[in-house]
């Protein structure tokens, strides 16, 4: 029997709000454990939350990135449950009524363009974080997350493949960043998912049932995840037995998923309206104001660098996938002509640096500017490919400007008829034989003779006009 994985997402991301959702404490990260707290997020008696206006504009603008209704009226509840790092016992989140629901994601799969449907947003504040004694066997709490504003978005379960998850959760990492309201750092978990996974046979509409899988932090382990446990819950099956509804944790050193509790259920958190919170209202002119404040976002973006740049539908969605990476390719074009050359400059020497260091492009040794000047000399033709290649790798290990490089190192491209003439008659004559060959129909001698140039010139020869003089003299 061949079964069909079903697939949803739940994403939680931090909300960039400089103090907490219902109190006036940081949320800079990385300070001293428990130093960003106070009586409000640490539960103690008869305090009172004050929502954070900034958290419900960001929380907006995210509902209109991802095509969701908002909702006029939205309310708090409270989610009861026990844990360390929840001080009050409960958390406050919304669940009856959600900020915002019925929206949808485009992503690219495999046999084209689908839609993924967005259930709902919806505000909560985010728990502490535990941090356990490696030799002891005891764990402390630090607070200082513990009510930092976090928006969760609830895919339906559209999904069929960990490459549709994946491509999914890139489209909307995109997306918070774009438009400013979560950093997306994976590693100190501002944007973190939970997947859940169910397989049902090929052509029934029931779902079956599903596992929740925890620890997600990076997009290369949501994926290897989601195929794990198709692969655990299809071997099961396939030996007559169940899959239990449970919550999984994903152990990245030993690729596989491991039993961490029952899958509780909502009735297991005992939602009630959070007495203290008066109902959230969101009125028109609220949306409108936030409206006039959207960014463009990556689809618009790749229409433009597709429409105004010439570049094809692969180029503009790699140069397009991040803010960071869009914005950076915007300046090294700006004095540019050919766009092209920039762009292949761009996703091969640059991204392939930066992936070789562990780097993203807001760390890159290579400025924008620098970069620009780089591929500015290149165009002009004052110095050849290869020359542009050296200089790079210099500009990567020292930080100095391509024009100092190129000067330094005597690197000028080599473009002046007279002198290219002169030399290729000299190769010529020293080869007398292979250009006898040549003539007599060996035509791919001519990358030898090429050779043999840059080799006088230290690689400067100008190829535009070797080219022509070469085959002219032979």
Same mark, same amino acid.
């Given at each position: 029997?061949?079964?069909?994985?079903?697939?949803?997402?739940?994403?939680?991301?931090?909300?960039?709000?400089?103090?907490?959702?219902?109190?006036?404490?940081?949320?800079?990260?990385?300070?001293?454990?428990?130093?960003?707290?106070?009586?409000?997020?640490?539960?103690?008696?008869?305090v009172?939350?004050?929502?954070?206006?900034?958290?419900?504009?960001?929380?907006?603008?995210?509902?209109?990135?991802?095509?969701?209704?908002?909702?006029?009226?939205?309310?708090?509840?409270?989610?009861?449950?026990?844990?360390?790092?929840?001080?009050?016992?409960?958390?406050?989140?919304?669940?009856?009524?959600?900020?915002?629901?019925?929206?949808?994601?485009?992503?690219?799969?495999?046999?084209?363009?689908?839609?993924?449907?967005?259930?709902?947003?919806?505000?909560?504040?985010?728990?502490?974080?535990?941090?356990?004694?490696?030799?002891?066997?005891?764990?402390?709490?630090?607070?200082?997350?513990?009510? /930092? &504003? +976090? $928006?969760?978005?609830?895919?339906?379960?559209?999904l069929? !493949?960990?490459?549709e998850?994946?491509?999914?959760? *890139? =489209?909307?990492?995109?997306?918070?960043?774009?438009?400013?309201?979560?950093?997306?750092?994976?590693?100190?978990?501002s944007?973190?998912?939970?997947?859940?996974?169910?397989?049902?046979?090929?052509?029934?509409?029931?779902?079956g049932i599903?596992?929740?899988?925890?620890?997600?932090?990076?997009?290369?382990?949501?994926?290897?995840?989601i195929?794990?446990?198709?692969?655990r819950?299809?071997?099961?099956?396939?030996?007559?037995?169940?899959?239990?509804?449970?919550?999984?944790?994903?152990?990245?050193?030993?690729?596989?998923?491991?039993?961490?509790?029952?899958?509780?259920?909502?009735h297991?958190?005992?939602?009630?309206?959070?007495?203290?919170? /008066? &109902? +959230? $209202?969101?009125?028109?002119?609220?949306?409108?104001?936030? !409206?006039?404040t959207?960014?463009?976002?990556?689809? *618009? =973006?790749?229409?433009?660098?597709?429409?105004?740049?010439?570049?094809?539908?692969?180029?503009?969605?790699?140069?397009?996938?991040?803010?960071?990476?869009?914005?950076?390719?915007?300046?090294?074009?700006?004095?540019?002509?050919?766009?092209?050359?920039?762009?292949?400059?761009?996703?091969t020497?640059?991204?392939?640096?930066?992936?070789?260091?562990?780097?993203?492009?807001?760390?890159?040794?290579?400025?924008?500017?620098?970069?620009?000047?780089?591929?500015?000399?290149?165009?002009?033709?004052?110095?050849?490919?290869?020359?542009?290649?050296?200089?790079?790798?210099?500009?990567?290990?020292?930080?100095?400007?391509?024009?100092?490089?190129?000067?330094?190192?005597?690197?000028?491209?080599?473009?002046?008829?007279?002198?290219?003439?002169?030399?290729?008659?000299?190769?010529?004559?020293?080869n007398?034989?292979?250009?006898?060959?040549?003539?007599?129909?060996?035509?791919?001698?001519?990358?030898?003779?090429?050779?043999q140039?840059?080799?006088?010139?230290?690689?400067?020869?100008?190829?535009?006009?070797?080219?022509?003089?070469?085959?002219?003299?032979?």
């Amino acid at each position: 029997m061949s079964f069909e994985p079903v697939i949803g997402l739940e994403v939680h991301a931090q909300l960039k709000t400089r103090t907490k959702i219902f109190c006036n404490c940081s949320t800079a990260f990385g300070k001293s454990p428990n130093a960003n707290t106070c009586p409000v997020c640490t539960g103690m008696p008869g305090v009172l939350p004050v929502l954070n206006e900034q958290a419900v504009t960001f929380a907006i603008k995210a509902a209109l990135a991802t095509n969701c209704q908002i909702n006029t009226e939205s309310r708090f509840d409270r989610k009861n449950y026990f844990y360390p790092d929840l001080p009050k016992g409960y958390q406050i989140s919304q669940y009856a009524h959600p900020i915002a629901e019925h929206g949808h994601l485009d992503i690219e799969t495999e046999a084209g363009e689908k839609r993924i449907g967005i259930t709902r947003i919806h505000m909560e504040e985010d728990a502490g974080k535990l941090i356990h004694d490696p030799v002891r066997a005891k764990s402390m709490v630090d607070l200082n997350r513990t009510g /930092v &504003p +976090l $928006i969760e978005i609830v895919s339906e379960p559209d999904l069929r !493949s960990a490459a549709e998850a994946g491509a999914y959760l *890139r =489209k909307l990492h995109a997306i918070v960043k774009y438009i400013d309201v979560c950093d997306g750092n994976m590693e100190q978990g501002s944007f973190r998912c939970d997947a859940n996974i169910s397989l049902r046979p090929v052509g029934q509409e029931e779902f079956g049932i599903r596992a929740e899988l925890k620890n997600l932090n990076s997009f290369k382990n949501v994926e290897k995840a989601i195929r794990y446990e198709i692969q655990r819950q299809t071997y099961l099956l396939e030996e007559g037995k169940k899959v239990i509804q449970e919550t999984r944790l994903w152990d990245p050193n030993k690729n596989c998923t491991t039993s961490m509790r029952g899958k509780e259920e909502a009735h297991d958190y005992r939602y009630f309206p959070d007495p203290d919170l /008066v &109902p +959230l $209202i969101v009125n028109e002119k609220w949306i409108q104001d936030v !409206s006039t404040t959207m960014p463009e976002l990556p689809d *618009r =973006k790749k229409e433009r660098f597709i429409r105004e740049f010439n570049l094809s539908d692969y180029d503009a969605g790699v140069l397009t996938a991040s803010i960071d990476m869009a914005n950076f390719f915007e300046k090294v074009i700006a004095p540019l002509k050919n766009i092209k050359q920039a762009a292949n400059w761009t996703m091969t020497t640059l991204m392939g640096m930066l992936n070789a260091k562990g780097l993203d492009i807001t760390q890159s040794p290579v400025t924008a500017q620098a970069f620009s000047n780089l591929l500015t000399l290149l165009e002009k033709g004052s110095i050849n490919a290869n020359a542009a290649k050296t200089v790079f790798e210099e500009m990567v290990e020292t930080g100095k400007t391509p024009e100092n490089i190129v000067k330094e190192n005597g690197l000028e491209q080599v473009s002046d008829q007279g002198e290219l003439e002169a030399m290729v008659d000299e190769v010529i004559r020293d080869n007398p034989d292979e250009a006898e060959a040549y003539k007599s129909g060996k035509t791919k001698l001519f990358s030898f003779f090429m050779g043999q140039i840059m080799k006088k010139t230290r690689g400067k020869a100008d190829p535009k006009v070797v080219t022509p003089l070469l085959k002219s003299k032979l």
